[in-house]
């Protein structure tokens, strides 16, 4: 059989543990992380191999894509611009609390953030045939090694 | 004797919980009814009767060969939490489109449509 702790033992622990979440609590609003994210608008098909410039139509693109985020005049081709917006932001915070005791409050704010896009972009000529088309798949980049780029 | 530790744990994690959440819902409202685009026939409808059945459009887009006329609504969703010390915040906004492609003599020669407002979600930022 095992020897008990003594009771008075057992409540200094617990009392301590009690003062340890307590204290830990009084940090809310001190420490504080903030992770974010925004999507606008869906994600943005890549090209389909069938897109041949000279052959594809504004009909078939219309088809495909359906409306364009805008519509762009060139002076004598237009532009069909279809884009997807994703925004990952985080911000760390730590503040001090000494104000009463020492006049300051030493705080601390790490913010960052990182905007990506997909896109995709055809002109066309006057006739609504394909002149040119482009596509850029921001979202597919990595989030930390495109931050630090 | 009766023991305390029950109602100190209790309190300790109320204030350990304490936070809130949030869900919101923004519209950018626009009356104009997909169904009606089954009455457009390209090369029949003329710009007027696009502005009869849509309502004025969102964006005219002058271009050389005529007009785009652009048409928009958006469904915003956000979802937040606060904990003690973390905070997620998510938001998905989704839109739907009509365009319209019009001559010179005020006909309407192509049009394409993206219905996806009704898709904007509820999440956590991951």
């Known amino acids: 059989m095992k020897p008990r702790k003594p009771v008075m033992e057992c409540r200094g622990n617990r009392l301590l543990w009690a003062m340890t979440l307590l204290l830990l609590s009084q940090f809310y609003g001190c420490l504080s992380f903030r992770i974010e994210k925004v999507n606008i608008d869906a994600e943005v098909q890549p090209l389909p191999q069938e897109f041949v410039v000279g052959k594809t139509t504004l009909t078939d693109v219309l088809a495909s894509y359906g409306a364009p985020v805008d519509v762009v005049d060139m002076k004598g081709h237009f532009a069909l611009h279809y884009l997807r917006t994703f925004y990952r932001g985080g911000s760390l915070s730590l503040g001090i609390p000494l104000a009463d005791v020492l006049r300051v409050s030493p705080t601390l704010n790490a913010t960052g953030n990182l905007q990506r896009f997909d896109s995709a972009v055809f002109i066309f000529t006057l006739d609504g045939v394909l002149a040119d088309m482009s596509y850029a798949r921001g979202t597919s980049q990595p989030l930390w090694e495109t931050y630090w780029k | ?126």
């Not at chain 2, 009455?39 to 050389?64: C, M």
Request: proline content about 4%; glycine content about 10%.
């Open chain 2, 1 to 126: 004797m009766k023991t305390r530790w029950p109602g100190i744990g209790l309190l300790i994690l109320m204030v350990w919980l304490s936070g809130c959440a949030l869900f919101g819902r923004g519209k950018e409202y626009r009356p104009f009814d997909a169904k009606a685009l089954e009455r457009v026939k390209p090369g029949e409808t003329t710009g007027t009767e696009v502005t009869q059945w849509f309502g004025a459009p969102t964006q005219v887009v002058r271009l050389s060969n005529g007009n785009a006329y652009i048409y928009a609504r958006t469904l915003s969703k956000a979802t937040g939490v606060w904990l003690l010390l973390v905070t997620l915040v998510n938001y998905d906004t989704q839109h739907d489109r009509i365009v319209f492609f019009i001559d010179k003599s005020d006909v309407v020669t192509h049009y394409g449509s993206s219905f996806e407002a009704e898709k904007a979600g509820y999440g956590m930022p991951w």
